[in-house]
């Protein structure tokens, strides 16, 4: 399959939450193949010492990686800013980390509300803060936030994700706004149901299967890579015109 190349990628920094594993793994290999330099960040350690070595055995640039927790905003600004020094100004963000665990509505207590908006909302809010004035300085960059479709299609079962998801376009709204003037383009990508080794595993059975078939226009699954060339069209240049607004791959479901 011949598929798009995006010579403005090519040595552009760009950084990545969550990229040891799943879609944001998919991330991190179809930037490296564009020849970016590819910074990112996560819990799995080992996952992602086995991804940085079988993109530098395959001849692309190794990543840069550092383990962070994205619920300590210290951490990670202090990461972005290390992966700057190193690669140079990151002029792509893919806010990409979070965590759809299944919980129920009698189940929430504060504490685990406020912690399932640290996963997966407030992290891309400070992760933007800090790329912002490298941006800026360098002449503009590109900021792609992960949404969801399951808020969208009133999916339940998890009721602190799908408000953090439905938040993120706001963010993406209010800060392609306030950063558009400095040439910082800001979108959310907006996955369907992706077809991870994690929901895989944990989620997809013969009933999510007949979902899928059911509700989706395209025949087919949803599978990480098809996400990432969405990212790449959005970090590039290619892009340059495209602000505050969403990109939808889920095979026609919402």
Known sequence: MGLAIYPSLKGRAVFITGGAS?????????FAEQGAAVAFV?????????????LAD???????????DLRDVHALQGAIAEAAAALGPVRALINNAAND???SVDSVTAAYWDDRIEVNLRHQFFAAQAVFPMMREAGGGAIVNLGSVSWKIAAGGFPCYATAKAAVHGLTRTLARDFGGDNVRVNTLVPGWVMT?????L???AEAEALIDRSQCLAGRVLPWHIARMALFLASDDAAMCSAQEFIVDGGWC
């Not at 799943?22 to 179809?30: E, M, N, R, S």
């Not at 395959?58 to 962070?68: D, M, Q, T, V």
């Not at 080794?197 to 595993?201: A, G, I, P, S, T």
């Open 22 to 30: 799943g879609i944001g793994a998919a991330f991190v290999q179809a």
């Open 42 to 54: 996560d819990l799995l350690d080992d996952a992602a010492a086995t991804l940085c070595q079988a």
């Open 58 to 68: 395959a001849g692309c640039p190794r990543p840069w990686y550092r383990h962070c």
């Open 101 to 103: 665990d299944r919980h």
């Open 197 to 201: 080794e994690r929901q895989l595993e």
């Open 203 to 205: 989620w997809v059975d």
